[in-house]
């Protein structure tokens, strides 16, 4: 069996045929996936479908590509991922909360981009059906179910990273037809988020007849696991429960045992698919991800932080056995500068990377680990601290077997002790995955900021340099911060766009 879904080659071609320029929202495929004459059978729609998955591995002409820029929206601004010695100004400026709108993290291109290919397919691909009377209107729903969930997880980034931004919902050919558009709020954009979810859980396929298609794609459970983290976003836990119970009851996946780390790193992260695997972006030799120039050449551009004791806890060095699996070796690699290792190692505990350039680690979207977590977060805010805490110790055991040192005393019945415990049991599980930033957030801002922006505060203040530090996190603590600047591109060439409330006046 291979490792990935190859993907169309129409779809690649038509996808990578969209030219870049400083128009609003940049979302500009040519006439060959919009025009009359292409949506004619459900090959041509199939393949604008895989179009839109393909569009997450391209990377813009001068930009970096979206599975950089998740990498670095998910965690350079927080406490784990730090900067090598190969940095980019904008990447200094990033982790220095000091970010411009014209860096190139402000600009949204790469989201819109994949927004305006769903889009094409969710306004054209009801019209196969007039042209091919083989398929029917099922079909057609699963594949454009496929294309609501993919817009929803663009929507869900641009929620999480702008706040308010522009909802496009039409697609989008020329400049000529592209929508001059003011920001939406933040419930419209998270209410588009929930309906699209909500028609993409009614219609898309469970099972696409293969293990590797069942993982590249979004299925019902990749619904699911995306509904419950909207869900929990926005605190909504008993809805975030129930999507999660949907997964677990469905008894198709499972954690992998860590009593062997060498089968368990690679499984989850080498070969990718694995049983614990809900989706993933996937790559490889001929479409390979850009981690081996980011994070495996010397000397490094991104690497783990010197605070990693902090969350794996300290091994006994007359013990080096006992320890949490998901550290030095899986997670990063000291000996390397602190490498991204679980990104671009080759064996667990090794010094090797990556050869020759190659890289195929596919992007983990989500996994059963995460369905979990998600569960005891929910459970914490609804009264079941109890069962919450059992949910923990199901990863804790399977990761740290015989290791003990970050076990803490916790009362399941005060929410913010357990979600807090459960917060630093996910910077464990989730190193560099491109979730920490979300999670510090989502804690920062539950119940209308109750707690202020202290758990974002804490965080980085371990990381912060200290010459700047008091800058840093005074940045931080006003909430308008936590959102990213418009890039000035977007508001020259769309007099409806406002920048966002912090950057007027900092």
């Known amino acids: 069996m291979t490792k990935n879904i190859k993907f169309s080659f129409l779809a690649f071609i038509l996808l990578l045929s969209a030219t870049s320029c400083n128009k609003w929202l940049e979302l500009k495929p040519q006439d060959g996936i919009i025009r009359e004459d292409f949506w004619k ?5 199939r393949s604008a479908v895989f179009g839109a998955y393909s569009s997450l591995l391209a990377v813009p002409e001068k930009r970096p590509g979206l599975m950089q820029n998740m990498l670095v929206w998910g965690e350079l601004r927080a406490d784990m991922m730090g900067i090598g010695s190969s940095f980019t100004n904008n990447d200094m400026d990033y982790k220095n909360n000091e970010i411009l709108p014209n860096s190139v993290y402000s600009n949204w291109a790469t989201l819109y981009n994949t927004i305006n290919v769903c889009n094409t397919v969710i306004e054209f691909g009801p019209t196969v059906r007039d042209n091919d009377k083989t398929i029917s209107e099922a079909e057609v729903n699963e594949y454009l179910a496929e294309a609501y969930g993919l817009r929803a997880y663009m929507y ?3 929620l999480r990273l702008w706040g308010e931004v522009p909802l496009q919902l039409k697609a989008s050919s020329s400049d000529s037809k592209i929508e001059q558009l003011a920001k939406s709020s933040k419930e419209v954009i998270y209410n588009q988020i929930v309906s699209d979810l909500d028609f993409a859980a009614r219609n898309i396929a469970e099972n696409y007849g293969s293990n590797d298609q069942n993982k590249g794609r979004l299925t019902v459970y990749g619904i699911y696991a995306l509904q419950a983290d909207v ?7 008993t809805e975030c429960i129930a999507a999660c119970k949907r997964i677990e009851d469905s008894g198709k996946f499972g954690l992998i045992e860590g009593t062997d780390p060498e089968l368990w790193f690679r499984e989850l992260y080498i070969t990718g698919n694995s049983n614990e695997s809900i989706f993933e972006i996937q790559f490889d030799r001929d479409s390979q ?5 980011l994070l495996a050449a ?5 690497a783990a932080t010197f605070y ?3 969350f794996f806890g300290i091994t006994d060095p007359t013990t080096p056995t006992i320890r949490d699996i998901r550290s030095n070796g899986a997670s990063y690699n000291q000996a390397l500068s602190g490498m991204l290792w679980k990104h671009v190692g080759t064996n667990y505990g090794s010094n090797t990377a990556v050869l020759n350039g190659n890289s195929d680690h596919n992007w983990i979207v989500y996994r059963y680990a995460d369905i979990l977590l998600m569960k005891a977060e929910a459970l914490a805010w609804t009264g079941d601290g109890v069962k919450a805490l059992e949910l923990v110790d199901i990863i804790r055991n399977r990761s740290t077997p015989i290791f003990n040192g970050t076990v803490e005393t916790v009362d399941p019945g005060i929410p913010y002790q357990v979600s807090d415990y459960i917060l630093k049991e996910r910077a464990r599980e989730f190193a560099f995955e491109g979730k920490r930033w979300f999670d510090l957030l989502r804690h920062a801002k539950r119940k209308g900021y109750e707690r202020g922006a202290q758990v974002i505060v804490d965080a980085v203040s371990k ?10 996190l005074n940045k931080f603590k006003d909430y308008r911060n936590h959102y990213l600047p418009i890039a000035t591109s977007e508001l020259l060439a769309d007099k409806n766009l406002v920048q966002n409330p912090y950057y007027k006046t900092n």
């Open 231 to 237: 869900y929990l976003w926005g605190e909504n836990y």
């Open 298 to 302: 010397i000397p490094n551009r991104y």
């Open 308 to 310: 990693m004791d902090d």
């Open 463 to 472: 990381v912060a340099p200290p010459d700047r530090a008091e800058v840093i």
């Open 156 to 158: 869900f980034y641009l």
């Open 289 to 293: 991800n850009p981690w081996f120039s």
């Open 41 to 45: 059978t459900k090959e041509q729609l």
